[in-house]
């Protein structure tokens, strides 16, 4: 006969658990609610959960007159809005969930950006950066401040880091990337860090020594394709009209030497853009990619001057990024996996409890703490639009400079943490209490 | 609206049926539409006059969002009334090293199994 083995934690309750519930005993967890139309609310919570709700059984639900049979019952208690006997781990799990949602925070600043110059060839109407012309060398980065970047870069406690070149055109410096990139790698051997670096650059100068360059030292590529060849080379004005030719050779020669997953584009919206969502889009597949970053012009910079900014409306925004999403599910439908990135944010956002580490929508905003840029001229701003908008003359976001203050001391600056303060969804009036 | 139209509104709420914070709340979000005069306390009621900054708001549809929205910002006052301490907890909880809601789990002895790891659910 076989021993009685103990019985331990039995992995099931008993039947009477799962009898029906009487009685309408619950309480209510933290939530923000808002209007979705006329007749629904939208319910969100802590954790990025989110339910649609008429209003009348969402106010019955807050005046505690939910039925605990209901179906809507099942779908609250599930999701973390409201807590009753049975809820045993609820708030451990909700807390979990919370702390995932702010786990990028413990990690800190993990993108370091370098304008290693200002020189480009480019004239483009929209630059947001204030250019200047290609033999200007007083707008290089000297080695002497991309050291003490650096140094600054590794007081970060962040276990990875990404390494952004900017310019200008970034590859006009060519050398001071080098440079960086050697000097980095050797550091880490001893700091042990996941480090990965990116050349932002429009591939004009893209020559055979970069790209093994690149490919010894596992670079990415981040280039401009704002659309079809009259449209890209419209946008993207430089001497010869070739913009485009440039940067789909750049492209076709990139991913050949590193792989087609070391080369990204980004698109910038004009209003020459605007009729012509379906055309871009097709130019995107076109070229191999397999998803599109839709990005409005940015009111900073040569796009203030140039009075490129006012050249359209938020509403001509919108129906252009409509129209285009809609011929993207349309792609995918036919069987041709695309993907727009901006969607794919703002639904990880809403549909799991993951950061997504996208500085421009996260609470506090990622201003310094998750990424920072280290200027030309040793500047030390909070954001990329930080630093266009000190070259138009305020000064605001500039948080110190590489040859007079640590680390610790822009960190901890006033001037960083006062912004910071004011990006807390969770302490702003209206922000407090918005469903979104 | 023609010239001889009231251009501004008045607005009663029931002191007992809507909070004041409420009712700041709601006029701080129409702060863009129009400008809000707030006297609490008129015979147990709290008094809003409304005028609008624009002279071609329709006064009959502001009144009516406006009261919309107080309803809404009463909604989220009672919920925030109710899970303030909860909401506390959860927080420290978050991005604490030890768990705060699990007292017997994280201090007891395990010899005295306080959380019935050991022993059966079924009676």
């Excluded at chain 1, 807390?424 to 209206?430: D, G, I, Q, R």
């Excluded at chain 2, 700041?24 to 147990?44: M, P, S, T």
Aim: hydrophobic share 40%; aromatic share 10%; charged share 25%.
């Amino acid at each position: 006969m076989l021993p009685t083995l103990p019985l331990l934690n039995d992995r099931f309750l008993g039947a009477a658990a799962f009898r029906a519930r009487v009685g309408t005993g619950y309480s209510l967890l933290p939530l923000r609610l808002i209007a979705l139309d006329a007749l629904r609310y939208v319910l969100t919570n802590f954790a990025g959960e989110h339910v649609v709700l008429p209003k009348a059984i969402a106010r019955q639900f807050i005046r505690h007159e939910l039925d605990s049979n209901s179906a809507v019952y099942d779908e609250l208690k599930s999701k973390h809005f409201l807590l009753d006997d049975d809820s045993t781990v609820a708030l451990d799990l909700l807390a979990v969930k919370y702390r995932t949602k702010q786990s990028l925070l413990a990690n800190f600043t993990s993108l370091f950006m370098f304008v290693v110059t200002l020189r480009c060839d480019h004239s483009c109407p929209y630059c947001q950066v204030s250019r200047q012309s290609v033999d200007r060398h007083a707008y290089d980065m000297t080695i002497a401040a991309a050291d003490r970047a650096i140094d600054f870069m590794f007081h970060s406690p962040s276990p990875a880091i990404k390494v952004e070149f900017q310019g200008g055109e970034s590859l006009l410096n060519f050398e001071l990337i080098r440079h960086i990139v050697t000097r980095v790698n050797d550091r880490n051997v001893l700091e042990g860090r996941d480090i990965r670096f990116v050349i932002a650059t429009n591939l004009m100068c893209l020559s055979d020594e970069i790209l093994s360059f690149c490919k010894e030292h596992d670079v990415f590529i981040s280039t401009s394709l704002d659309g079809p060849r009259t449209l890209h080379n419209q946008n993207r004005p430089r001497p010869g009209g070739d913009s485009y030719e440039v940067a789909v050779a750049g492209i076709g020669r990139s991913r050949e030497a590193l792989g087609a997953d070391r080369v990204a584009a980004l698109m910038t919206t004009t209003e020459a853009s605007l009729s012509q969502p379906v055309e871009i889009v097709d130019e995107y597949v076109r070229q191999g990619f397999n998803s599109i970053f839709l990005r409005p012009l940015s009111p900073y910079g040569f796009a203030v001057k140039t009075g490129l900014v006012t050249g359209y409306s938020i509403e001509q925004w919108l129906d252009f990024y409509r129209r285009s999403l809609e011929y993207i599910v349309e792609l995918n439908y036919r069987g041709i996996p695309f993907r727009e990135d901006y969607s794919s944010l703002i639904l990880r956002k809403i549909l799991t409890p993951y950061p997504t580490g996208y500085v421009d929508l996260q609470s506090p905003a990622g201003i310094g703490i998750s990424g920072i840029v280290f200027n030309y001229d040793g500047d030390i701003y909070a954001s990329d639009e930080a630093r266009m908008l000190a070259e138009s003359g305020d000064r605001r976001f500039r948080l110190g400079n590489l040859h007079t203050d640590s680390f610790e001391e822009v960190m901890s600056s006033d001037n960083l943490i006062d912004i910071l303060s004011e990006t807390m969804t969770e302490c702003v009036p209206m922000c407090v209490d918005c469903g979104f | 609206m023609d010239a001889d139209s009231p251009s501004q509104i008045v607005l009663c709420f029931d002191a007992q049926v809507y909070r004041l914070a409420a009712v700041k709340k709601a006029a701080y979000r129409f702060g863009d539409r129009c400008f809000a005069e707030i006297l609490a306390n008129v015979d147990g009621r709290i008094e809003v006059r409304l005028t609008p900054k624009s002279k071609t708001s329709a006064l009959d549809l502001l009144e009516g969002e406006f009261r919309n929205e107080v309803l809404d910002q009463d909604l989220r006052e009672s919920v925030a009334e109710e899970t303030e301490r909860v909401r506390n907890l959860l927080l420290a909880q978050a991005f604490s090293q030890v768990s705060l809601t699990d007292h017997a789990g994280e201090s007891g002895d395990y010899r005295n199994d306080p959380l019935g790891i050991a022993s059966s659910q079924v009676r």
